[in-house]
């Protein structure tokens, strides 16, 4: 089956508990894909991530990577993904995203955190498991533990990516895609959600109430994509155009009786104008017109291709989505401007085509 590859700028998350090139007029309508010849691209970031998991927990710089879970009254409000580097990115439950990072040791137990709004000094303390890592700041203190080998955008490391698909202001397709990951049991979906929203008025997110269904709670088949429809028209209306964060629980269960781990994960929703209809890509978010044209970043293109093929020993087939204003783009030239070449005159310019999504069969 297929997995979305997410940039570094699509965040999904939350908390723990417990192939040639084919126009598309319509997005109904999904094209036949035809595989290329193989061309000679770089493989390495057609890899898939490694099902190993590194146990060894240490007391001490750099920190262990993974996602680490900040909590406060038993409620989880911020996390941090750190990863072998000494960078990573963070993000509040209550914010709509990440924020990069480095760090480095300062010595005598001090942590340093480099952003680009500055710098912050933290002193830092591990317990001896490795696994809980106090940060104590000049104005807050904050208490880590870690959850998961996962990303912001993949909470648990449960080899999941959420996608939403035919957004209207009453309701979207959640896309669920599995491939991978830690799982330890069986994935289930629950069927309640709430929305993170944005307020003009205040310049500030907050929650709209959990709608909670009759419906049981859905296998996330492995391997494969689960759609689910959502509609929150009864509860919440008719939303206004902008930006929103679907959020529902995700359990990994290896047993019915109580043995699981549950995790929050969020699909950002961005409501179009009268007319439009927002397609979340893995890079960009981008819109289909009513003549059957499309829109990325205010400029408007003819074309949504779909082109297929098979990486240099990659192990899977690769499909890049882009937006474009030319009717053919071969396989190699869709990798290369999808950011594998170093050489800017491989890239188009953006009143050529751009690029929204890359998707690993």
Not at 270 to 291: N, Q, R
Request: hydrophobic share 35%; charged share 30%; glycine share 8%.
């Amino acid at each position: 089956m297929s997995k979305r590859i997410i940039p570094v700028i699509a965040i999904v998350m939350l908390s723990v508990t417990a192939c040639a090139a084919v126009p598309q007029a319509e997005k109904e309508t999904v094209p036949e894909v035809v595989t290329e010849q193989t061309p000679e691209v770089p493989e390495e970031t057609a890899e898939e991530v490694s099902g190993e998991t590194e146990e060894a927990f240490l007391s001490e710089l750099p920190i262990h990577q993974g996602i680490w879970e900040a909590r406060a009254y038993d409620q989880a409000y911020r996390y941090y993904e750190f990863d072998v580097e000494m960078d990573g990115r963070s993000i509040g439950t209550e914010e709509a995203d990440a924020v990069a990072f480095t760090y480095e040791d300062g010595g005598n137990g001090q942590i340093i955190f480099h952003t680009e709004s500055g710098d912050e000094t933290a002193q830092y303390s591990f317990d001896e498991d490795g696994k809980h890592l106090v940060l104590t700041f000049a104005d807050r203190q904050e208490e880590l533990a870690w959850i998961s080998h996962g990303t912001l955008e993949d909470l648990g490391g449960l080899g999941i990516r959420v996608i939403a698909e035919n957004i209207t202001p009453e309701g979207c397709t959640l896309v669920l895609r599995q491939m991978g990951g830690y799982p330890e049991g069986e994935i289930k979906a629950d069927s309640s959600f709430y929305l993170l929203c944005y307020d003009p008025l205040t310049d500030s997110w907050g929650w709209k109430e959990e709608i909670r269904t009759d419906e049981e709670p859905y296998l996330v088949e492995k391997g494969t994509a689960t759609e689910r429809v959502i509609d929150w028209s009864e509860e919440y209306g008719s939303l206004e155009p902008g930006r929103y964060y679907l959020y529902f629980r995700i359990r990994d269960i290896r047993n019915e009786g109580g043995d699981w781990d549950a995790y929050r994960y969020r699909a950002e929703i961005v409501v179009a104008e009268d007319g439009k209809k927002a397609v979340t890509g893995g890079f960009k978010t981008y819109y289909e017109l009513p003549d059957g044209t499309w829109e990325c970043d205010g400029y408007e293109y003819k074309y949504r291709l779909e082109i297929s093929g098979r990486m240099s020993n990659a192990a899977r087939d690769s499909t890049f989505i882009y937006l474009s204003n030319t009717e053919e783009i071969t396989f190699h030239q869709a990798a290369m401007a999808a950011g594998l070449s170093s050489n800017m005159d491989d890239y188009f310019s953006p009143e050529e085509a751009v690029f929204v999504d890359w998707i690993v069969e």
